[in-house]
């Protein structure tokens, strides 16, 4: 799903609950095509930040989690700067290049029962 709008600075935050789901979500970002955006993902207890450009993805930063019940994602992208959050908590955090403006989206690819109650798209620039 991809909110079309091309957006330079961004914040996306979502409520999820993934209990009973196995595989990935990634909250993408500066969506270019299917082989060049910025997500952040979570997937098999980590959370990260990562790229992926021509098809080759480069992680910015990863870090274990634990996921219980209900839980707010966000990811922060503002120029050089990436972050991401759990419950309001900065788990992640890294720099690259700026990407130009691109869409924003989510990503699911995996088995069970995910949970979404909501996704707000904040421009920051």
Do not use: C
Not at 3 to 29: C, M, P, R, S, W
Not at 63 to 88: A, D
Request: proline fraction near 1%; hydrophobic fraction near 35%.
């Amino acid at each position: 799903f991809v909110y079309d709008n091309k957006l330079k600075g961004v914040q996306v935050t979502a409520k999820i609950n993934i209990d009973d789901f196995t595989g990935e979500l990634e909250l993408v970002h500066h969506f270019i095509d299917e082989n060049n955006n910025d997500f952040l993902g979570l997937k098999d207890g980590e959370i990260s930040l990562s790229r992926k450009s021509n098809g080759e993805i480069k992680i910015f930063e990863k870090e274990k989690f634990q996921s219980n019940g209900w839980l707010e994602i966000k990811v922060v992208s503002e120029g050089t700067h990436f972050r991401g959050y759990i419950n309001n908590k900065m788990i992640v955090h890294g720099h690259g290049s700026k990407p130009e403006a691109g869409s924003v989206g989510i990503r699911i690819n995996g088995n069970g029962i995910l949970y979404l109650s909501s996704i707000a798209v904040q421009s920051l620039q």
